[in-house]
């Protein structure tokens, strides 16, 4: 049975996953590499500097790594721009709901983003208080698509990985989820998130008990 969901942020409970593209792009663009959004799906979940490295490939630009840290810095600065006036009203509808059932359910609420801005970005959203668990995405060495993340919140939750689902808008947050074990439920589009257990459009429209049934069968 399911005692546990582990949510991703960026793209899953808000729309941050449109401001880091945004912030992304820009870059590309100073760089003169062509970057669009299906390059972003790539990007999805992927840390910093695998995203700004990502970039870099895709121009066959090769630079020094203080010249990495300087760009990578800059997007940040960027990102950290384009939140800056995010509120409890940039919160997905039908997150509140749904925390309160996990609640009732006694199911443990966890977070796997890869993001050094989660914690600043819970808070906006007013939502820290209700994690059991939250990630330290600086703690981790592996990024996704690895199951570190996901397993480092299992694990500090106490709750095996077969009795957990993970719920990821990105192509390599869903890798992670699968390789760890755990139950996989997409958000976004099903002709994309082809390898999730379950997809939904957005999260308000996650069906928990869909998702809680899912606990009745091993992972696959
Ligand atoms: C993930 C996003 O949640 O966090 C990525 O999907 C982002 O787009 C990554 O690059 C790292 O975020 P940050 O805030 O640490 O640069
Ligand atoms: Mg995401």
Known sequence: ????????LDGVLTDTAEYHFQAWSALAHKLGVPFDRQDNEQLKGVD????????????????PSDEKDMLAKAKNTHYQQLIENISDADLFEGVHPLFNRLKQAGIAIGLASASKNAAMVLNKLGISAAFDYVADAAAIRQGKPHPEIFLTVAKALGIP????????????????????????????????LTDANLVYAQIGQLDLDEVLMLGRKAPT
């Open 48 to 63: 910093r500097m695998g995203s700004l490295q990502f970039i870099l490939d895709k121009g066959g630009l090769q630079l």
């Open 1 to 8: 049975s399911i005692k546990a969901v582990i949510f991703d």
């Open 161 to 192: 990985a077969q009795h957990c689902v993970g719920v990821e808008d990105s192509l390599a947050g869903l890798q992670s989820i699968l390789d760890a074990g755990m139950y996989a439920v997409g958000i976004g589009e099903k002709q994309l």
